[in-house]
């Protein structure tokens, strides 16, 4: 997969420190993604992958080092955050669709909330987002009725209304069936290529997600254990790399947080 070069990265992380009240969840965190790059963010369950995410959004303010989007420091001041957050896709786990809304109602709803645009573009708009996705035929029907995967794909296209150039997915197959996961992962990548975006996929899903990152991280005990490609992850011989893609319940990376940080 090729990736588009540009001078600034997407993403910059320098020696951040992320903490919840009193506790830090990462410490002395370095990361770039490149622009145009599908980045996979990997770790087992309470690693800090969330943690990483809410600081992306600007949810999060971090306690140490700054974190950069397309050059600019994320703000703190209110009306510049959302702002920024309109440049910003995220794909939310329980996909935060309306019950009470239709397919295409969600869609438009970010549409209709930060654009002025006249109700003829945004239905037009819309129409494209659900194409995108392959579901213009499911536009009238309600969240009840979507399946997993559709209503997935659903709040994919809700969150490419505002054609955002980084999309941020938080496990996205979480709930999902083979199939289904098969079909989000390779939408993802082909919007990707097709819409010059760049890409950060938040996971536990390993084998699901490799095959179509470009850039692979994995976070665990607080800190990023590696950073490089796909292949090189797979060759790795890190004992906390090997401990998480082996799925072994004992070794470096604790089951308990109380007791990684005891220990």
Do not use: C
Not at 127 to 140: I, Q, Y
Not at 220 to 248: H, W
């Amino acid at each position: 997969m090729r990736m588009t070069q540009t001078a600034e990265p997407a993403v910059h992380l320098d020696a951040v420190r992320l903490a919840r009240g009193d506790r830090t969840v990462l410490d002395d965190i370095q990361l770039t993604v490149p622009a145009g790059s599908i980045t996979a963010v990997l770790g087992p369950s309470g690693s800090g992958k969330s943690t990483l995410l809410a600081a992306l959004t600007g949810e999060l303010v971090p306690a140490a080092g700054q974190v950069k989007l397309f050059g600019e420091r994320v703000p703190q001041n209110t009306r510049a955050l959302l702002a920024m957050r309109k440049r910003l896709g995220v794909l939310l786990q329980g996909n935060g669709l309306l019950t009470d809304l239709t397919a295409a109602e969600n869609v438009a709803l970010p549409l209709r909330t930060h654009t002025d645009l006249p109700g003829p573009v945004i239905d037009a708009l819309v129409d494209m987002k659900l194409h995108a996705v392959g579901l213009r035929a499911a536009a009238d029907l309600y969240p009840r009725e979507l399946s997993g995967g559709m209503a997935r794909r659903v709040a994919l296209a809700r969150a490419l209304a505002l054609d955002p150039p980084l999309m941020i997915y938080d496990e996205p197959l979480t709930g999902l069936d083979p199939i289904a996961s098969g079909v989000i992962m390779s939408l993802i990548a082909r919007l990707n290529k097709t819409l010059g975006l760049t890409s950060i996929i938040v996971t536990h899903h390993v084998h699901e997600t490799l095959p179509i990152a470009d850039h692979a991280v994995v976070i665990a005990n607080g800190r990023i254990v590696f950073d490089g490609t796909p292949e090189a992850l797979e060759r790795s011989q890190d004992p906390l790399v090997r401990q998480f893609l082996g799925g072994e319940p004992d070794g470096p990376i604790a089951f308990d947080a109380g007791a990684r940080d005891a220990a």
